[in-house]
């Protein structure tokens, strides 16, 4: 019974691979929770910079253990969609930062929100990775449709660049606060609290700001999700590459977050690199095809990758040398 759960076929891998690969993520994460912070406080930036090294080289030292067991072009692949993910995550950083400007949700707290984001993420890749497997074994012309879809969103990313998110349209609020009860200010680092009703006198369960919060920066990850999973998938259709390299990309997300923030105006053109990369990495099917290859090269994709982020990178933080970070927004916590 015990050898059948390490050594059987789980998605074209070893379940030993599935198990070391998940014992990693959960020690991380209870390294994390359980030691680093254990108590709320505040996470600087050198901190911030520090734990992001740590869990990249965790990253890549994975990425060793992928070119041990499988082999060098899976390790290409592994790292490319480790670099892809970790970029289109920083789509995401800005996102969160808007969304914790808007419910003004100080330092302190930020780091247990996007704690329980991250194991809410974990959980909601597996799925749509999971189905995305599923579709793509079931019928390879999937792939063609992802990467047609990547082509569109690239240009629309481009097209779309100098427009932000307006956090307090998202329909989502309005929805929330009309079916639940939800108190004007934040109750600490509460998500929920036990309050009395004004209307009955009876005490009742609020959801509090930090709650939507946390909502929002889901509902914001399975929308980056529709991009970052066809974007993986249009680089290899091997599950344990997609999900291990996804994963890993974000464990570091949490980390990177609070230093990326802190300097978001300097990043002001990356969309622009980085809709580019996303009509790259669709393109790459056409044009392995057109070439008659079977897949286009890993080697070659990873050096494009790398090449294309550090324009993006690069010109970002030359034309915006010298800028001052702006204001912090206005909150829009209150009802």
């Known amino acids: 019974m015990i050898e059948s759960l390490f050594l059987a076929d789980f998605l074209g891998k070893p379940a030993w691979m599935w198990w070391g ?44 253990l992928v070119w041990w067991n499988l082999g060098r ?41 996007l704690f329980w984001g991250i194991l809410g993420v974990i959980v909601l890749r597996a799925i749509m990775i999971g189905l995305g497997a599923t579709l793509v074994a079931q019928f390879s012309w999937v792939l063609y449709i992802f990467a047609a879809f990547l082509i569109v969103t690239g240009v629309k990313m481009w097209i779309m660049a100098d427009k932000e998110y307006d956090v307090g349209a998202n329909p989502l609020i309005g929805w929330m606060k009309r079916r639940m009860r939800v108190t004007e200010t934040l109750e600490g680092e509460k998500f929920f609290v036990r309050k009395p009703d004004p ?10 700001p930090l709650f939507l919060a946390l909502v929002l920066i889901e509902i914001a990850d399975v929308i980056f999700a529709v991009d970052s999973v066809p974007a993986i998938f249009a680089i290899t259709t091997d599950p344990f590459i997609v999900y291990t390299s996804n994963i ?20 002001k053109y990356l969309k622009y690199a980085l809709a580019v990369l996303l009509v790259f990495i669709g393109s790459k099917i056409f044009v392995a095809d057109l070439m008659g290859l079977d897949k286009f090269p890993p080697a070659w994709s990873l050096s494009i990758t790398f090449a294309i982020l550090a324009a993006g990178v690069g010109y970002s933080l030359w034309k915006t040398r010298g800028d001052a970070a702006p204001a912090p927004a206005k909150s829009g916590s209150g009802a």
């Open 199 to 208: 209307k009955t006198g009876k005490t009742v369960t609020w959801a509090t």
């Open 73 to 113: 072009d899976s390790a290409v692949e592994y790292v490319t969609g480790f670099v892809v993910e970790k970029t289109l995550a920083m789509d995401n950083v800005f996102v969160i930062a808007m969304i914790f400007a808007y419910f003004a949700v100080p330092r302190l707290y930020q780091h247990r929100v």
């Open 21 to 64: 690969f998940l014992g990693i993520v959960v020690a991380l994460l209870a390294f994390d929770l359980g030691v680093l912070h254990r108590d709320n406080r505040e996470i600087e930036v050198r901190e911030s910079l520090v734990l992001s090294a740590g869990y990249i080289a965790m990253g890549l030292g994975f990425g060793g």
């Open 248 to 267: 890993f990309a974000i464990l570091g997300l949490r980390a990177l977050y609070f230093a990326l923030a802190a300097m978001v105006h300097r990043f």
